[in-house]
């Protein structure tokens, strides 16, 4: 694979810039062929010869980096027969498992506000006992969590005014047996924890994706697109030029991965016996759909069971599925709320627009309220005029608020200052306070767009129905929206898919080395 080295030479000064066009060239000139690739018509890799009979190792490529995602990874780590690479299109892994951070110490979980497992037996619980045994996951309330969060549910009442307050008087504690786990020191932890330590994955750079790829231990990348997926066995990959592209592949699916790294854009063929869509279901809809343009109606059959008749028939199921969107808002204050609760899930139906609300300063790990040190600790990167607001502004109290489905979707196209403002007055109209005497020091917010699915293609209660998997097209989906709305329902989703799928090529590859054996006889 390529490599720049970046150490400039002695002599006389050569520009930054030419020196490196200078050395690229060098490097490729003496460089072995490799797949890197700028384009379908670069350079690649001879295949090298295999012994007669030999296992080979098949590739599934899973697109999408939350927690079904994850999950599926942590699935296919170990098995030997499996090289698995895992991509993700933003610049972190974990999905909607987002956290963020301004002004030096000011940090929100604006995506999933804490962990529950339904069931003690079920993947994602391990995971949460594993994170806890690391030290990335902590108890916020509930079980043995000591002090425990006053996290509840309440309802609305009308004020003097009209307005809707919360009604104090419906409070109802969560169970104590309902266990909230978070993420420490955010909830962005866990989703690289899993990577890391219960995937065992690796994060090779751009250049080397699949190069050194060691049986059994995944790879993922961030940062990272899928420009297209065609099917490989609907074309005839002997007759391709061995200059381009999957030129005579024996593998289902053919991609050209977009990597963003260094500054640079790298792209690079990819061929995979088996891809796993583990995205929201409105990109699945569209991956199936770019697929099936790319499949001519031959090779459908006439019969509804053909090759084009199923991927239809994967893109219909994900376009079925619809979804709430969220909008969440992050919102500090240069003093305490002092309200008597640290979360609140409002009942329906929610008069005020609000669904839920945080205290994030009372989780675990975060930073307490006027013990931080400031927006004086602020890097250059943050914009000086907000950080020039105040000295103080970095020790504020942070709360995260879920706009309900109803006020969600009526402003799904708001911008998000105007979204931002309007849900911080209604928080504030909510619990009662003085929109005058209280300041706020950050307001911002970010619209989650497809939240909550509707109708989930699968069924969560039921293990062999929580993904959508074909073993004959070599394409799965996984997700929220195949299993449940909860964060331990995609990963759960994301585990039973790898279990079937390393079920499926285990007898791939024992029926091609058998066949090998009796071609060598």
């Known amino acids: 694979a390529m490599a720049t080295l970046r150490v400039r030479p002695a002599g006389p000064f050569v520009s930054s810039r030419c020196w490196r066009v200078a050395r690229r060239r060098d490097v490729r000139r003496l460089a072995p062929r490799c797949d890197y690739s700028t384009n379908d018509a670069d350079v690649f890799r001879a295949k090298p010869i295999e012994p007669v009979g030999a296992k080979k190792p098949k590739k599934v490529t899973i697109i ?30 974990g999905g909607r498992v987002r956290s963020k951070a301004a002004l030096g110490a000011l940090a929100w979980d ?7 497992a339904k069931d003690p037996a079920s993947p994602f619980a391990e995971v949460l006992r594993a994170g806890r045994a690391d030290g990335v996951v902590e108890l916020w309330a509930g079980g043995d969590a000591s002090p425990g969060a006053r996290v509840g549910t309440m309802g609305t009442k009308k004020g003097p005014d009209g307005v809707h307050v919360v009604d104090e008087s419906s409070w109802e504690p969560f169970a104590a047996s309902k266990e909230l786990y978070v993420g420490v020191p955010s909830m962005a932890d866990l989703p690289v924890f899993v990577a890391d330590k219960v995937a065992n994955a690796v994060r090779p750079e751009a250049s080397w994706l699949g190069d050194n790829a060691v049986p059994g231990t995944p790879e993922y990348l961030t940062s990272a697109f899928a ?7 609907t074309q005839d990959t002997a007759s391709i030029p061995p200059n381009k592209p999957h030129s005579g592949s024996d593998r289902n699916w053919g991609l050209m991965i977009r990597v963003r790294e260094g500054g640079h854009m790298w792209y690079k063929p990819w061929e995979s016996d088996v891809v796993v869509l583990a995205t929201q279901a409105p990109a699945a809809a569209k991956l199936t759909a770019q697929i099936l343009s790319s499949v001519s109606a031959e090779w459908d059959g006439g019969d509804g069971s053909g090759f084009a008749s199923k991927i239809l028939a994967a893109a219909s199921a994900a376009d079925r599925v619809k979804g709430n969107h969220c909008w969440s808002l992050t919102v500090a204050f240069a003093e305490p709320l002092d309200l008597p609760y640290e979360g609140v899930m409002m009942t329906a139906p929610f008069e005020s627009g609000v669904a839920w609300f945080a205290n994030n300063s009372s989780k675990p790990g975060r930073p307490e309220p006027g013990k931080g040190k400031g927006a004086q600790t602020a890097g250059w990167a943050y914009r000086w005029a907000e950080v020039g607001t105040s000295l103080t502004v970095g020790q504020g ?5 879920q706009a309900s489905p109803e006020w969600s979707n009526e402003r799904c196209d708001m911008s998000p200052d105007d979204a931002a403002s309007e849900l911080c007055d209604a928080f504030l109209k909510l619990v009662g306070k003085d929109q005058a005497g209280v300041k706020p020091v950050h307001v911002k917010a970010v619209i989650w767009k497809f939240a909550y699915p509707l ?21 799965g989906a996984c997700g929220d929206w195949t299993s449940g709305p909860r964060a331990g329902d995609a990963y759960d989703s994301g585990v039973a898919l790898g279990d079937a799928v ?18 060598a006889r």
């Open 455 to 475: 109708n989930p293609a699968g069924d969560p209660e039921d293990e062999s129905k929580r993904y959508l998997f074909d073993p004959d097209l070599g394409l």
């Open 397 to 401: 109290e942070c709360w995260v608020v």
């Open 110 to 116: 604006q995506g999933a506000s804490y962990f529950t």
């Open 502 to 519: 390393a079920e499926h090529l285990a007898g791939e590859v024992e029926r091609e080395a058998l066949q090998g054996e009796g071609k």
């Open 227 to 233: 420009d297209r997926i065609q099917a490989l066995r």
């Open 64 to 93: 999408g980096g939350g927690l079904a995602g994850l999950g599926c990874l942590a699935a296919l780590s170990g098995h030997e027969h499996i090289n698995a690479t895992l991509l993700e299109s933003t610049r972190v892994l």
